[in-house]
T-cell receptor, first 115, second 116 residues
Framework: DGGITQSPKYLFRKEGQNVTLSCEQN?????MYWYRQDPGQGLRLIYY???????QKGDIAEGYSVSREKKESFPLTVTSAQKNPTAFYLC??????????????FGNGTRLTVT | AQTVTQSQPEMSVQEAETVTLSCTYD???????LFWYKQPPSRQMILVIR??????QNATENRFSVNFQKAAKSFSLKISDSQLGDAAMYFC?????????????FGEGTQLTVNP
């Protein structure tokens, strides 16, 4: 079955360390997204990529970085510059050629805790 | 920039009853799409229903229906015959139909509890 795999499900890091969250999809989707979820704030867009080797900042990109070297993969690095990194992170994808009516497909998320 | 507001952080409903979740949005665009997503305790985001702004007819998916009021910029979700499995966080989302249409803007979410 096609889908989006985020690993690991839970991640713990010490403050000051960079950490990379994995997102892999086998849906052959062109566009991929990273969202951050905090209680009471919904989902906020961090970065998105509509094609390989290209990506754009979302609404809260500071302290994060991404790469898109392969169509299937869109890893997110949470750097030490992110002041409040503890959160639930969701990766999503959709076909780029689809109409705006096409919904996002989501992974199961990674819960990052930084202490 | 578009904004989406869900004014009900929490709602509860008795099993088999009907509940309506509210969503309002702010946009200057005339063509866009609206979505409701469900996030159960597993935290997997699941599409519930979608509405195209240029369609006047309200979307319906089995027990789920929307009340889309374009002039009022309102997009509420009605769940009929509520089931225990409907308990989840529900998010309303907006997408422009223009060039930046790939971005999805979410509301804050409404936590729905279904009481047996």
């Amino acid at each position: 079955d096609g889908g989006i795999t985020q690993s690991p499900k839970y991640l713990f890091r010490k403050e000051g360390q960079n950490v990379t969250l994995s997102c892999e999809q086998n849906l052959n989707h062109d566009a991929m997204y990273w969202y951050r979820q905090d209680p009471g704030q919904g989902l906020r867009l961090i970065y998105y990529s509509q094609i390989v080797n290209d990506f754009q900042k979302g609404d809260i990109a500071e302290g994060y970085s991404v790469s898109r070297e392969k169509k299937e993969s869109f890893p997110l690095t949470v750097t030490s510059a992110q002041k409040n990194p503890t959160a639930f992170y969701l990766c999503a994808s959709r076909p780029q050629g689809g109409t705006p009516a096409v919904a996002l497909h989501f992974g199961n998320g990674t819960r990052l805790t930084v202490t | 920039a578009q904004t989406v507001t869900q004014s009900q952080p929490e709602m509860s409903v008795q099993e088999a009853e009907t509940v309506t979740l509210s969503c309002t949005y702010d946009t200057s665009e005339s063509d866009y799409y609206l979505f409701w997503y469900k996030q159960p305790p597993s935290r997997q985001m699941i599409l519930v229903i979608r509405q195209e702004a240029y369609k006047q007819q309200n979307a319906t998916e089995n027990r789920f229906s929307v009340n889309f009021q374009k002039a009022a910029k309102s997009f509420s979700l009605k769940i009929s015959d509520s089931q225990l499995g409907d308990a989840a966080m529900y998010f309303c989302a907006y997408r422009s139909a223009g060039n930046s249409g790939s971005r999805l803007t979410f509301g804050e979410g409404t936590q729905l509890t279904v009481n047996p």
